[in-house]
């Protein structure tokens, strides 16, 4: 008799569904971007080919252990309680909440309250101090890049608002 433990294969299929659309919001990000300034396409491109890169490996990586019978494209692993314990959802619901609100409460601030919030449910709300100042630092360099230094169209709102009357009334 055997002892060893057959392990069911890996199900892929949930696992796919945020490389591929993830591809697919590059891509149609690039799109987007034809008639923008050529210092913004450059670093478009480069977080996007980045982006592009990565996944293009786990997709690799799935169709090895496809090809091994390692894994199946099922989706049983789409939504457990794992997704609750590891703040997948929260993560989902920070992203959605980013995208809906970025209009409305422009790019630095967003951008802060966004990476502020998934760093804590990341580090299940440890070091928060710690969290909030990387989170302003990165918000405030995304706005002093994108914004002050290449006057991209990112949203702007408050922050953004008081920071050109402050830069140019002084």
């Known amino acids: 008799m055997s ?20 591809v697919g919001f590059t891509v149609y990000f ?29 997709f690799v990586r799935c169709a090895v252990w496809l090809s091994r019978g390692e894994a199946s494209l099922g989706f ?11 703040g997948r959802i929260g993560l989902l619901v920070s992203t959605v909440g980013y995208v809906l609100l970025i209009d409305r409460l422009g790019f630095t601030l967003t951008t802060f309250l966004f990476l502020a919030l998934s760093m804590l449910i990341l580090s299940k709300g440890k070091n928060a ?3 909030t100042m990387v989170s302003a630092a990165m918000a405030l360099t995304g706005w002093a890049v ?3 230094a290449f006057d991209t169209r990112f949203p702007r709102g408050w922050f953004e608002t008081t920071m050109k009357a402050v830069l140019t009334n002084g």
Request: charged fraction near 10%.
């Open 76 to 86: 049983g692993n789409l939504f457990t309680m794992d997704d609750i314990r590891s």
């Open 129 to 131: 101090a710690f969290i």
């Open 30 to 58: 690039f799109s987007t971007i034809w008639n923008s300034p050529w210092t913004a396409q450059v670093s478009a491109f480069m977080v996007g080919g980045i982006l592009i890169l990565v996944c293009a490996i786990f």
């Open 146 to 148: 994108f914004i002050w």
């Open 3 to 22: 002892s060893e433990h057959h392990k069911p294969p890996r199900q892929l299929g949930g696992e796919l569904v945020i490389p591929i659309l993830a």
